[in-house]
């Protein structure tokens, strides 16, 4: 016990524990700086200035060196002495609520992407196809995807989902259900998989089983089933005939993992609006219901990220769609970002799979025009039921024919003197067009929403497949933005079908070129004459987006009292050599003033880089 008290005694030198002042300083300055990033993380009013530059996507003002916040939305755009004139001598001095973020990095709108599929992104990231230069790399990704999850391995009755193969990787020829069977894993279980751009379907020889008895291709309307030289099914099947694959429906716990899945990768990327492009009824009502949360709901509540539903009739027919029953949602939900005031219509397939719909037969198929997934009469018919309800009309259209049956229709629709403003028309895609067409859409006040991405993912064969003639007239987004009364272009990437990261379409628009830096027609761009300026492209991002969603008064620009969405990027896109763009990170968004993905840091101003360095140095 003797021992014991002498361990405990305490020295004279120590009787008084009190911390040095050189630890207090210490202390004091990590507290000061640790209290900037929390400050932007939290606060409410603040400002935010680049010393490179803020892009503002505003006419009045394209650049400026510093934004206000104010309660989620921007308060102020101007340069920092501006801003300090209006402020009295202490803030003059100190800076007081003025953040600079660290040298390099610039403040531009938030993204928005103009066409995407925001679930289907979250199933595809189950199993990803993408890149497979061949059908046995298909089957090894498959193999493995199964030996990873061991309740896929143990249940041979489970299906197998995935997305992304491409048969122009490996020559062009279709696979077969057979190709699924060759390895023991993959033999005997029901598999489906569809092709990158979601106009095909290719299942295994036992989801074949599961679908007969097979209908006669005359009753399948709008697609067809692949078959072999004696008439039976190959285990491909083209657009509508994918409907007839009896795959299980996503369980709620499948809708929530592929909406949180698809939102962080979408907030990793800048994107703080996405524009569904196909909702179906059920995606509705999950994404209806989880934006209703609240707080204190055990389920992740509200998303951070804004929606714009088109509202999609996923039905074998359309003969009972009542557009005029779809519910309107305008900014619904805790925060305000769920939106439906539109349809999506799907008028044919993709040239991918020979689905486009042409006037004349595929130059490297001439068995073949494609496939109207709607006659010209049901096109008819569904557009005028949507517009009389008073909903924004858009429509997928890839190949001329489908192009100009749709501008037919809303040619007819707008000839009774009907403001196309206030509805505001769509074509999804826009793809290929006859010149005729692509002076019509912009006389008619049409808005083309289109995808840079698709141009440079199918260079590589859409020449062969369309014809030197043709193809002159497809991907041709400059003319496009020029023919365009609005002078409005909305930018969108079709995700899944394209990678979700925004920059890789706006890399594509100012190039014209692949990842790699290459196209067909040399390092200067395919069809270079087609290209967007940067500026444009990144309005089309941004402000066009919005326009095409109603949205232009609150968002796609950097101007005062819209809301504060935004992103920060660590390098200068509309600046540094176009092969640097892709290597641009994302170092925050924003949306509605606050934080979303990443961190606001900023860089300290001088008086308080001065303190601190003195208090470390103490």
């Not at 300083?25 to 209290?35: I, N």
């Not at 074949?208 to 099914?233: A, C, H, Y």
């Amino acid at each position: 016990m003797t021992d014991v008290k002498q361990n405990q005694h305490i020295s004279p030198t120590n009787s008084h524990p009190w911390p040095s002042l050189s630890w207090v300083l210490r202390s004091v300055a990590v507290a000061l700086v640790l209290s900037r990033v929390y400050q932007l993380q939290t606060q409410k009013s603040y400002t935010l200035c680049s010393h490179n530059a803020v892009y503002t996507v505003d006419d009045n003002t394209p650049i400026a060196e510093c934004i206000s916040v104010e309660n989620g939305r921007i308060s102020a755009v101007a340069d920092e002495a501006v801003l300090l004139q209006n402020r009295g001598w202490l803030d003059r001095i100190f800076g007081s609520n003025i953040h600079h973020i660290p040298p390099g990095q610039i403040i531009v709108p938030g993204l928005a992407d103009a066409h995407a599929h925001l679930l289907q992104q979250g199933y595809k990231m189950q199993l990803q196809l993408d890149g497979a230069n061949s059908i046995e790399e298909v089957v090894e990704r498959i193999k493995a995807y199964i030996v990873a999850h061991p309740k896929v391995h143990q249940d041979p009755n489970r299906w197998i989902e995935g997305m992304g193969w491409d048969q122009n990787r490996w020559g062009s020829t279709f696979p077969t259900a057979e190709d699924l069977s060759r390895d023991p894993v993959l033999k005997g279980r029901p598999i489906l998989l569809y092709r990158v751009d979601v106009h095909a379907a290719w299942v295994s020889e036992r989801a074949l089983e599961l679908m007969q008895p097979f209908p006669k291709d005359s009753e399948i309307e709008g697609g067809s089933i692949v078959r072999d030289s004696d008439g039976n099914p190959t285990g491909i099947f083209l657009d509508n005939a994918m409907a007839l694959i009896p795959n299980p429906p996503w369980s709620s716990d499948q809708y929530l993992d592929f909406f949180n899945a698809a939102v962080s990768e979408a907030l990793k990327y800048g994107l703080t609006s996405v524009h569904d492009a196909a909702t179906d009824p059920a995606s509705v009502a999950f994404l209806k219901e989880h934006n209703g949360r609240s707080r204190k709901s055990p389920c992740k509540p509200t998303p951070a990220i804004r929606l714009y539903l088109m509202a999609a009739p996923f039905a074998e027919n359309y003969t009972n769609w009542e557009p005029s029953k779809i519910e309107r949602l305008e900014s619904y939900g805790r925060h305000g970002r769920l939106t439906l005031r539109s349809v999506k219509l799907f008028t044919d397939g993709a040239i991918g799979s020979w689905g486009a719909a042409l006037l004349d037969a595929y130059s490297d198929k001439p068995e073949t025009r494609g496939i109207m997934r709607s006659s010209p009469e049901a096109m008819d018919q569904l557009i005028r039921a949507a517009w009389d309800a008073k909903l924004q009309v858009n429509v997928h259209c890839i190949g001329d024919r489908a192009n100009k049956v749709v501008l037919d229709v809303f040619e007819n629709i707008l000839a009774d003197g009907t403001n196309v403003a206030a509805f505001r028309p769509r074509i999804e895609h826009a793809q290929i067009m006859q010149s005729s067409d692509l002076e019509r859409i912009g006389r008619l006040g049409v808005i083309a929403s289109v995808q840079p991405t698709h141009a440079t993912s199918d260079m590589s064969y859409a020449e062969a497949r369309l014809g030197p003639e043709r193809i002159t007239g497809a991907y041709a987004y400059q003319t496009l933005l020029q023919a365009s009364p609005q002078h409005v272009l909305p930018l969108g990437s079709d995700f899944p079908v394209e990678g979700v990261n925004p920059l890789l379409g706006f890399f594509a628009a100012v190039t014209r070129l692949d990842v790699d830096g290459d196209s067909p027609h040399g390092p200067g761009g395919w069809f270079p004459n087609e290209r967007l300026t940067r500026t444009q492209a990144l309005k089309g991002m941004t402000l066009d987006a919005a326009y095409a969603s109603f949205a232009e008064n609150e968002l796609g620009s950097l101007t005062i009292s819209k809301r504060a969405d935004f992103v920060v990027l660590d390098h200068d896109i509309m600046r540094i050599p176009a092969a640097e763009i892709l290597g641009t990170r994302v170092v925050a968004t924003v949306i509605d003033g606050k934080v979303a993905y990443g961190k606001l840091t900023a860089a300290e101003p001088w008086w308080r880089r001065i303190f601190t360095e003195l208090f470390f140095a103490w």
